[in-house]
């Protein structure tokens, strides 16, 4: 039968089609389908602009149907004081891959940022210590809230610790947290000092030079690095990476843009040093945490086929209700 028409979301509509339960069932499954060699590989173009940049991530997808996804996102830093902007700023184009029909376009904000968390808890379920109970993140912007709702569904914190440069952020992060989650998340100026007292570490800044140092992260700590996802981001010290176990989304692309990167120009690290891509600890042909003292490092740079198996199951929630409004692009 053919289409109807190509569906647009926006970034409204998509928020409220997905829970983040169901964003990190998708991530864990499509990190296993890539970790068994069942999907093609994912591809990513970036594209440099003053004070910013373009990448594009794109993959395809067997699911009830083949998908193809092709994300662009916009990121410039210094959006919100410049212009009251979003860091982040883009699209999905989701395809039917067996004609190439445009299915639908949707904001890509809500995806990129609930698909990232998902991964952040995903990672955490199979590299951080079970029994974690505190846990900081870094960069108090949405980012940092999302991964700490995902990971909230994994672990059952008593302690949460928010560290960012600006300290009206912070506290207005923690004060919304706190009311959430019904635990007391607690800002923090001293970085050190809470490393010492969290299992968990969540880095989600534009930061461009390393802040978190292998002398400050304790045996046993999960830590997930989630800013870096071009060449100019930097979040780890890359000592942190080459001392320890590193597991990555995935090992080109965070050869190319993630902490990864800065480890490799260090020559600290090679392709060859990284642990294992977290597909393949999913899937069982690596494994994970091994012991209760060793420091994990997960390099999330953030997979295409995340967007394409996310983008998929908002649009088919999207067609079942009926949300969004359909045009015809051919007209």
Do not use: W
């Amino acid at each position: 039968m053919k289409p109807q028409g190509t569906l647009l979301l926006s970034r409204s509509e998509v928020a409220d089609l997905l829970s983040i339960e169901e964003y990190i069932a998708a991530v864990e499954q499509v990190f296993k389908l890539y970790g068994e060699g069942k999907t093609q590989p994912p591809g990513i173009l970036g594209v440099h602009a003053h004070d910013g940049g373009f990448h594009i991530k794109a993959g395809i997808l067997a699911l009830d149907r083949s998908f193809f996804a092709a994300k662009i996102n916009a990121n410039f830093p210094h959006n919100a004081k410049r212009f009251g902007l979003p860091l982040i700023q883009g699209a999905v184009f989701l395809a039917d891959a067996q004609n190439g029909y445009p299915l639908a376009i949707m904001d890509s904000m809500e995806i990129t940022i609930r698909r990232t968390g998902a991964a952040t808890a995903v990672a955490a379920k199979y590299l951080a210590r079970p029994d974690s109970k505190s846990i900081l993140v870094c960069g108090c912007g949405n980012q940092g809230r999302v991964s700490i709702q995902a990971l909230s569904k994994i672990f059952s914190f008593e302690h949460v610790f928010a560290y960012d440069i600006d300290n009206i952020q912070a506290r207005r992060f923690a004060n919304e947290l706190s009311d959430e989650l019904k635990i007391v998340v607690e800002t923090t100026s001293d970085l050190g000092e809470a490393m010492k007292r969290s299992d968990i570490c969540v880095t989600c800044t534009p930061s461009t030079r390393f802040f978190l140092k292998q002398a400050s992260v304790r045996p046993g700590t999960f830590v997930a690095a989630v800013g870096a996802d071009s060449e100019t981001k930097q979040e780890l010290e890359p000592a942190l990476l080459a001392k320890n176990k590193t597991v990555v989304d995935v090992v080109d692309q965070c050869a190319s843009i993630g902490e990864l990167h800065h480890a490799i120009a260090s020559d600290l690290m090679t392709k060859q040093h990284v642990h294992a891509e977290l597909g393949e600890v999913i899937a069982g042909t690596k494994p994970g945490r091994t012991s209760s003292d060793e420091i994990i490092i997960f390099d999330s740079t953030g997979m295409a086929l995340q967007d394409v198996i996310t983008a998929a199951t908002v649009y088919q929630k999207a067609v079942d209700r009926g949300a969004g409004r359909i045009v015809d692009l051919a007209q």
